[in-house]
């Protein structure tokens, strides 16, 4: 287990990176979930298989999360939520061992919002973004300062999502791509949904981190000739 500092506050976290990946995704989690539930970790193993790290970790506290089990508000504090993003991806650029991989989101519900949220503000530093399920909505603002490659991935039967997610799509100016899976809802719990919700992002996060991390080094090394 990793704690992760951010404010006074410790998350704790779970950081796996396979031998020669050249990223890593950092998982915000929508409400009631949290790194140890199994579709998550599924997920993650799948990104993982195809060659990218990945850090689980809880955005909220056990205090804080047994809190907002009675109000719900913390869920929707979207601020907050981005914030403990971006202090997870401090956190892993300031590490020996991690601060050479690039980074990527992955959004659940709440969590989709503040994984758009935090990429606006870290800009191209954060390689790719997946949303699952998300709710771009709460993004607001922040959708047209996203600059990194972001993938939408929403359930067919979940209707009301879909169209937050559409218009999202319109106000988003980076690579972009809504992906809408078949015969899913919005929690994909369906025979077979989450698994292709898993082979989805773990290609794009591949796709785009590692492709990121090939133009970052020749971009060092022309620099280095040049010098």
Avoid at 22 to 31: E, I, M, R, T
Avoid at 89 to 96: A, F, G, P, R, V
Wanted: proline share 4%; glycine share 10%; hydrophobic share 40%.
């Amino acid at each position: 287990m990793q704690e992760i500092p951010s404010g006074n506050m410790r998350l704790e976290g779970e950081l796996n990176v396979p031998v020669r990946a050249k990223g890593v995704v950092l998982f915000a989690h929508g409400s009631g979930s949290s790194r140890h539930n199994p579709r998550n970790q599924f997920v993650a193993r799948t990104i993982r298989e195809a060659g990218v790290g990945t850090l689980l970790f809880d955005l909220l506290t056990p205090g804080e999360e047994a809190m907002d089990m009675s109000t719900g508000h913390l869920r929707f504090d979207i601020g907050l939520l981005a914030k403990r993003l971006i202090d997870a991806t401090n956190w892993i650029k300031s590490k020996t061992d991690t601060r050479y991989l690039r980074v990527g989101y992955f959004g659940s519900s709440t969590g989709g919002g503040a994984a758009l949220v935090a990429a606006a503000e870290v800009g191209e530093e954060i390689g790719a973004v997946v949303s699952r399920g998300g709710r771009p909505d709460l993004a607001k603002d922040a959708l047209p300062q996203v600059k990194s490659p972001t993938l939408l991935i929403v359930g067919e039967l979940d209707l009301p999502v879909i169209r937050m997610n559409e218009e999202a799509l319109s106000q988003l100016r980076c690579e972009k791509e809504l992906t809408i899976v078949p015969g899913a809802s919005h929690l994909f719990e369906e025979p077979g949904t989450l698994e292709q919700v898993a082979r989805l992002a773990a290609r794009w996060c591949r796709l785009k981190l590692h492709s990121a991390a090939r133009a970052s080094g020749s971009a060092r090394l022309t620099l280095k000739r040049l010098i």
